[in-house]
């Protein structure tokens, strides 16, 4: 039973135009598909090929290629099989279309790609800040975002050459660090 | 090991003595105050980080914190101990100020886990604080990521004993440093950053305003000052 | 804020009234917080507010190698952190074609269910407290203890462990470990009857968590929702069993469900897993000892490891639902993308907002907990 729909499905999409479809094994497919062509996969997916749950969204960042990847990971508990449908969206504006519609779980997916990347989707029922209320530098998970550096500039460190211990080191007690293992 | 050359151990302060007082049992009065009050604590119910999963252990009937006089209390009002267990994120730090000032003196705090020491694992993360003494004074640390419930109650009972030998102080940092730890928090909230607790206040009640109470920081807290609004929560969900 | 700053706030003539639920509650699990309207004590509208526990450690992975972030991994769900670092290994395994060799599998699987027994015990000894039943919940965390202590003993750690790398396991079992790990269970199993009198079957609690934040079959998957929680509602969804990782495949064990889809039948459906997994506890026991050789397959050397390009994506059943990580390289030393895909997100957040709706206030933690819903799975 499970063999024969993964056939089918294997063949349906292998007839689609405009879209690459690769079996990497049993139970996982990738499909890489235009941006605009990607609801319309969804729904056939959903309507007709049973894949109901909406696994997860991830969003990966290309800033060589100017472009963001979406991925929607969406199983089906009938052929046992999880189809992971890739589309590129350029990085400006960053505007997509949302699948709430089809799948109501993409709302947190959409809300938290929209707060982490800036991707903002057209439709979501919801586009407030939910993790990052407190933030208002640029999305943090942008490659250009350096995380070390927003830090140093930041947050102060805990200072592991106090006052008192340069007191003791000039009686000529304390504990030297060789230069090369100290790290700030 | 041969770059060790001496290490000097750092004897703690000696209690401070405390003040002439006329009565012959004061200081007895004291020493029994001091002695209840470290032998009955409550301590706020408030996970604020992953090093919570070891509270329930710690609390509960294998490690029983309860026989130390420990107990979970609901609500910082009625608390004494505040355990900061784990990062801190930006975000619950604020939390932690306005918790922290809710409580009434004299109050404790103690950070668990080492991401409260130094920012432990996530001293990369953009949206953890890093050094939890820089924004309330803290009287004991206990390390590990996580540290073991014979660990949480072993500070615990330093605390205790901290407690009953008059060293456990640390929230009067708080009033006559004001300045000091408003300001850090100030750089990480914004200048805008009110609390509503009037901390300036207290100090005057408690008699322990320093030169170091207040200063620049101070005066921007009470430039900024706006009255209360009321509560501006949207529960709606905006559509755009 | 000085005293003589305080002025009366005009709220307008209204019934209805917003209050701020946690993070400071001890009904709400972990450090999360939900804002609610009220018209007397029943919810009108809920909305979940997190963020409290976020760390960014999606972008903290990208920072880090391959092999560090195995130290990483575990602290996303801090009740159960194996499946975490399992579906972590699995997905550098997918990249790299590495085979795990069968002993660590068996060990991975064996760990796995052990998680699981300690996140029910502590979950339900948590709904137990919050509905105001605490000797459920010191019976619960005091058997829980239990299982961390032959945590302690295989990995040195009480709650993380960081035993799973990718590859395999680091360390093999100690002498005798099968032995006290079968002890542990006969006590473990001995105890059920006992919380079935305490807790499961008790009438407060039964009276107090039937019909709480009821979900149809059909909620429940447009929801997304994974899990015991799905099982609640009468379907026997399970990701060890459609998608077998490990050795599930040829493990012998069912997978239960319940009609009623509200608190108790979540609940109920938690206990019946805890059998399951001593259950498979007891296979694993039985096959261990057959199976010899080495318990990880050479990989390079981590501090210099460049996984190939590529993409995986792996699932795994953790005790709170489908655990999932995207993981992209582009053969660097570092993964370029991590993405965890926790189940909590999904119950913590949409679920939750949408079962509080109608029920009363003091009913909100026992749904947040009949759920299970951890939130530094949804923060991360």
Known sequence: MDKNLNVWLDNLLQEIEGIKFRRKSTRRVRIDVAMDALPTLLELLQGRASYVHLSAITCVDWPDDGEFELVYHVW???TQSLVSAHTRIPRDPGVYLSIYDLY???????RDIHEMFGVFFE????????ILTEWDGPPPMRKEFDSEAFVNQQFEWQPYHPDWLKELEEEGGGVTTRPEDIRW | MKDIKKIEIIQRPPPPEPARRTNPLARVFDELVRFCQSRSMFMLHYCTGCGAIELP??????????????????????ADILLVTGYVSVKTLKRIILTYEQMPSPKYVIGICSCTVNGGMYWQSYATAKVLKDYIPVDVYIAGCMPRPEAVISGLRALMEDIRTGRGDAWKKYYQNYDFYLGNQQRLFGEKWQTPTDVIAEAHHYGMMTDQTLGEHTDLLEQNEVPLDALRTRLKARTE | MRPENYQAVNHPPSNE??????????????NYAFKVKLNGDRVLEARADGGYLHRGFEKLMEGRLWIQNIALVPRICVPDPVPMEVCYALAIEELCGLEVPERAQWIRVMQLEMSRVAAHLFAFGGHAATTGMYTPMFWGIADRDLILDRFEELTGGRVYHIYNIPGGVRRDLPEGYLGRLSGLLDYLESRLPDYDNLFFTNQVFVRRARDVGTMTQAQALKWGVTGPNLRATGLALDVRRDDPYLVYGRLEFDVPTEAGGDALARNLVRRSELQQSIHILRQVIDRLPEIDGPIRCPIPNPLAWNVPAGEAYTRVESSKGELAYYVV????????RVHVRGPSSMHAVQVLERLAVGSRLEDIAQIMFSLDACPPEVDR
Do not use: C, W
Not at chain 1, 104 to 110: G, V
Not at chain 2, 57 to 78: H, K, N, Y
């Open chain 1, 76 to 78: 089906s508990y009938e």
């Open chain 1, 104 to 110: 109501e779980p993409a709302a947190f997916f959409e």
């Open chain 1, 123 to 130: 439709g979501s029922p919801d586009m407030e800040k939910f």
């Open chain 2, 57 to 78: 252990p710690a609390m509960t009937s294998r490690f029983d914190m309860e026989r130390l006089g420990i107990q979970p209390m609901v609500t910082p009002r009625q």
């Open chain 3, 17 to 30: 009234y917003e209050l701020n639920f946690g993070p400071n509650h001890p009904g709400i699990e972990g």
């Open chain 3, 329 to 336: 390289s582009t053969g660097g030393g570092k993964p370029y």
